[in-house]
C-alpha cells in the first residue's frame, strides 16, 4: 500500500511538471488582431482542431468572448452563459481529434485572427442588442491537453466602433 | 410552446402542438388555431386550407434584395398559405408519422466546454427520395444540442445534421431542386468562398429567414429560443457567401 501511495505520488509530480505548459493571447489592437500562444517546459499534446476556425468568419473552436455593456452588465445570448463562443453557431463541431504535439522548450505561435470574428452572431441573440450600448471585452481560452486544460483570459479590452457596426 | 415567430401557445392537443411548431400559425389564449399572414396581421383563417397559386414572377435570380421586392407583390394570404403547405419537406416518415432514423454506433459525447453536456445518438436518417442523410439525436435535455440549422431547415427540428452530411446529399438529392425564383418555405443555402455548404435557414417572410444556428440560443421577449428571424443576407453575413434556394421537385 505504502508503494502504491508513492507511485501516486510520483505520477500527480509528473502531472505537475506536464502541466506547467502555458497558453497566452496576444493580442495586436492596431490591427485588430489575436493570437495563442502555447509555452511549455515539457512536450504536451493538444488537438489543433480547437484551435482552428470551423469556417470562415468565425472564432477559433474554444476562443469566446467576455462582453459588458456601458452599465457594466453581461451581454450574453439565451443560455445565460456569460462566454459567447462565434464557433457556436457552426454546425460543423462533433468534437475531432487533430493530435499536435508540441516539444519542450519550444513555443506554438497561432496564425493571427481577426477580433471582430469573435462576435459573429453575438448581436443576433443578445440579451443587449443595441451594440452601440456595448463597451468592452476580454479574449478567453481553454485548451485541452493531455496534461490538463489551459487556460487564458486577456486583459479588458475596449469594442471599435467597426465592430459595433458590423455585429 | 414556442413557434419560430415567437408566439407562446397555450394549451396541449395535437392540433394546437402541430400549429405552435410551425411559422405562421399561432394558438390563441382561449386555446383557438389562427393563420398569422407572415407581415404580422392575424388572418383568422381557423385551419381552412387556401390552395392558391404561390407561384412568383421572379425572373431577377437569388440576391435578397430582389426577392424581398418581389415577394412583397404577393398579397400576405398567398404567402401564409404557401408556407403551410410548401415548406419543404424531405424526411420519409414511418406508420407513426415520424421520421424515420435509425441510430448507428455507441452515444457521442459532446464537448461541454461551451454549450454543456450532452449525448448524441448517431444514425441516419431514411430520405423521401430513398437517400440516407447522418444526423445526431440529441438524447440529453440539453436544447443547445437539439437540433442546428440544418436540423431547422430539413430535420424537422429534432435532428443535428453537420454541415458535410447536408452538403453531400444536395450534391445527390432528387427531392429538392434548385430554384432562381425562391419562394415562402424556401430551403436557404449558405455556401462559403470555397462552394461548402456552411448554413441553412427557411424563407419564411419576403427577405427573410428563420434559423438557427448550431448550439446558439436566442434570446427573445419569450425566454431562450432556438430560432431567430433575420433578413436573408444576415443569415450568414461573412464577405464571400453565396446563397442559393432550394425548392421541392
Known amino acids: 500500500m505504502r508503494i502504491l501511495n508513492w507511485m501516486i505520488g510520483v505520477i500527480a509530480m509528473l502531472s505537475s511538471c506536464a502541466s506547467n505548459a502555458s497558453i497566452s493571447i496576444e493580442v495586436n489592437a492596431n490591427k485588430q488582431q489575436y493570437r495563442l500562444v502555447i509555452t511549455t517546459p515539457k512536450s504536451v499534446e493538444i488537438n489543433l482542431w480547437e484551435l482552428e476556425k470551423p469556417t470562415a468568419g468565425l472564432a477559433p473552436r474554444k476562443v469566446f468572448v467576455v462582453v459588458k455593456d456601458v452599465v457594466n452588465n453581461s451581454v450574453h445570448c439565451g443560455d445565460n452563459s456569460e462566454l459567447y463562443f462565434s464557433s457556436s453557431k457552426s454546425s460543423d463541431i462533433i468534437g475531432r481529434t487533430k493530435a499536435l504535439l508540441i516539444q519542450s522548450d519550444t513555443t506554438y505561435e497561432s496564425q493571427w485572427f481577426e477580433i471582430r470574428e469573435l462576435f459573429t452572431g453575438l448581436k443576433q441573440c443578445a440579451n443587449e442588442k443595441d451594440s452601440s450600448r456595448w463597451s468592452k471585452f476580454q479574449i478567453g481560452v481553454e485548451l485541452n491537453t493531455n496534461s490538463g486544460v489551459l487556460k487564458s483570459v486577456s486583459d479588458w479590452l475596449e469594442i471599435t466602433s467597426d465592430i459595433k457596426e458590423r455585429h | ?249
Not at chain 2, 452530411?165 to 455556401?191: A, C, F
Not at chain 2, 428571424?229 to 442559393?244: H, K, Y
Request: proline letters at 6%; aromatic letters at 6%; glycine letters at 10%.
Open chain 2, 1 to 249: 410552446m414556442t413557434d419560430p415567430t415567437g408566439f407562446v401557445a397555450m394549451g396541449d392537443s395535437a392540433a394546437q402542438w402541430n400549429c405552435a411548431t410551425r411559422v405562421g400559425c399561432q394558438v390563441g389564449e382561449d386555446g383557438s388555431i389562427n393563420r398569422v399572414n407572415l407581415w404580422g396581421e392575424g388572418s383568422n383563417s381557423n385551419e381552412q386550407n387556401q390552395n392558391q397559386s404561390t407561384e412568383k414572377s421572379n425572373t431577377s435570380g437569388v440576391k435578397p434584395n430582389s426577392i424581398a421586392n418581389v415577394a412583397n407583390t404577393n398579397n400576405a394570404q398567398t404567402a401564409s398559405t404557401a408556407l403551410e403547405n410548401e415548406k419543404i419537406d424531405v424526411l420519409a416518415k414511418g406508420p407513426d408519422g415520424k421520421p424515420v432514423f435509425k441510430g448507428i454506433g455507441g452515444l457521442v459525447s459532446v464537448d461541454p466546454s461551451r454549450a454543456g453536456p450532452a449525448d448524441l445518438q448517431p444514425g441516419q436518417l431514411q430520405m423521401i427520395d430513398g437517400s440516407k442523410m447522418m444526423a445526431y439525436k440529441n438524447l440529453s435535455k440539453n436544447m443547445a444540442w437539439d437540433y442546428d440549422c440544418h436540423g431547422y431547415s430539413v430535420g424537422e427540428s429534432s435532428y443535428w445534421i453537420n454541415n458535410d452530411d447536408l452538403h453531400d446529399w444536395l450534391d445527390h438529392t432528387n427531392s429538392l431542386v434548385k430554384s432562381t425564383s425562391p419562394e415562402i418555405g424556401s430551403l436557404v443555402v449558405y455556401r462559403d468562398s470555397d462552394g461548402k455548404v456552411v448554413h441553412s435557414a427557411i424563407l419564411t417572410e419576403p427577405g427573410k429567414v428563420t434559423m438557427a444556428a448550431g448550439t446558439v440560443i436566442y434570446t427573445t421577449p419569450h425566454g431562450p429560443s432556438k430560432t431567430t428571424t433575420v433578413p436573408v443576407a444576415d443569415g450568414w453575413p461573412e464577405p464571400g457567401t453565396t446563397i442559393e434556394y432550394w425548392r421541392m421537385k
